[in-house]
């Protein structure tokens, strides 16, 4: 039997904090991963908090097995040592059948859990998952006495939660959102690469052949575009927020740019930044151009109410691009909010 709806935002615990019923407003460009077991990597977090939107302590992949208590523990002494302001403090914990979870989340809840935005949730199979993250969360708010809910992000890295996906997005009022997870997603599907993220050089189509020249085209596809699709569906579905994961290939600037832009404009919010070069790109892609938002605003302009149809610039525009312009002008004044340079480009 399913919960009815009004008790979806009941709390799961006597004295936990009444859960959201909106996505606190918030930009989310890029995600940027810290070690917290690296000691200067932590000393680098006081001067990266006003250049990036989201700091993540990472636990879990990339930490070995013999770091992962130091890991925890950095990570709690990096949020009591800094003032995070408008920038987000989440963290990845261990996937839930491994040993080291339940001392993440109970420790870092006890420790930090007032500073702590989002739990970043890895390997996430089904709304049960959620389910026992959602409940143990309530438990121990109630216990610390939070004032507010931490809220959940399910990384999409297996087949089965790609089977599942729009049952994971509506399992919680806690849901943040969700992340593309290209590598764990490859293995569990068994698919033949071993790159995180990004194109492929073998996946692609051949055009028809050329009569004269006997010649043949190669266009390189996208190996991630169906499922960024089905995961922004169910985001937009749900009203939560799709994020591109990683890409691991620090040294193709262009190619992760690129697959950035692709998911921006399949409606992602951001994308994770594993190096400090990610960092301007995923600022650059995921703030709308300016010529676009100077668009969007004479759009917004000559139809106040969204209703009608107006010609600007030779190109016709109705309610259904009213829609599209008010969501890139509210983006723009978002990183406009934060960012003095980019407001001036685009006119606010």
């Known amino acids: 039997m399913m919960k009815l709806p009004r008790q979806f935002f009941e709390p799961l615990a006597i004295g936990a904090p009444l859960p959201m019923r909106e996505l606190p407003v918030q930009l989310e460009r890029m995600i940027h991963f810290i070690p917290p077991h690296i000691e200067k990597m932590r000393a680098k977090v006081p001067d990266m908090i006003n250049s990036v939107d989201v700091i993540l302590g990472n636990l879990e992949d990339a930490i070995p097995a013999d770091a992962k208590a130091d890991a925890r523990a950095g990570f709690i002494q990096m949020a009591r040592d800094n003032d995070f302001g408008q ?77 599942n996906v729009e049952e994971i997005a509506t399992a919680s009022p806690r849901m943040h959102g969700m992340s593309l997870g290209p ?121 106040p109410d969204g209703t009608g149809a107006v010609m600007i610039d030779g190109k016709m525009q109705d309610d259904a691009t009213w829609k599209q312009a008010r969501i890139i002008a509210d983006l723009a004044r978002m990183v406009a909010d934060r960012d003095p340079e980019l407001a001036a480009a685009y006119g606010f």
């Open 183 to 303: 590598a764990d997603l490859a293995a569990s599907r068994a698919m033949k690469t071993t790159r995180v993220g990004g194109g492929h050089p073998d996946y692609g189509v051949l055009s028809d052949i050329d009569e004269s020249t006997a010649a043949r085209q190669f266009s390189q596809g996208d190996l991630w575009h169906y499922t960024i699709a089905r995961m922004v569906d169910a985001c937009a579905g749900a009203d939560i927020k799709p994020f591109y994961g990683p890409f691991g290939d620090f040294s193709d600037n262009e190619a992760c740019e690129q697959q950035f832009k692709n998911a921006f404009l399949q409606g992602c919010a951001g994308a994770w930044t594993l190096h400090p070069k990610q960092i301007d790109i995923a600022r650059r892609v995921f703030s709308p151009p300016a010529d676009e938002v100077i668009f969007a605003r004479k759009i917004l302009a000559a139809m």
């Open 87 to 163: 920038t987000g403090l989440w963290t990845r914990i261990n996937c839930l059948n491994s040993p080291w979870v339940l001392d993440d989340i109970t420790e870092i809840v006890g420790e930090v859990g007032d500073k702590l935005d989002v739990i970043m949730l890895p390997k996430v199979e089904g709304a049960w998952d959620i389910h026992y993250l959602d409940q143990l969360l309530a438990q121990l708010e109630a216990r610390h006495n939070l004032q507010k809910p931490i809220m959940i992000h399910a990384i999409l890295e297996t087949a089965q939660g790609v089977n």
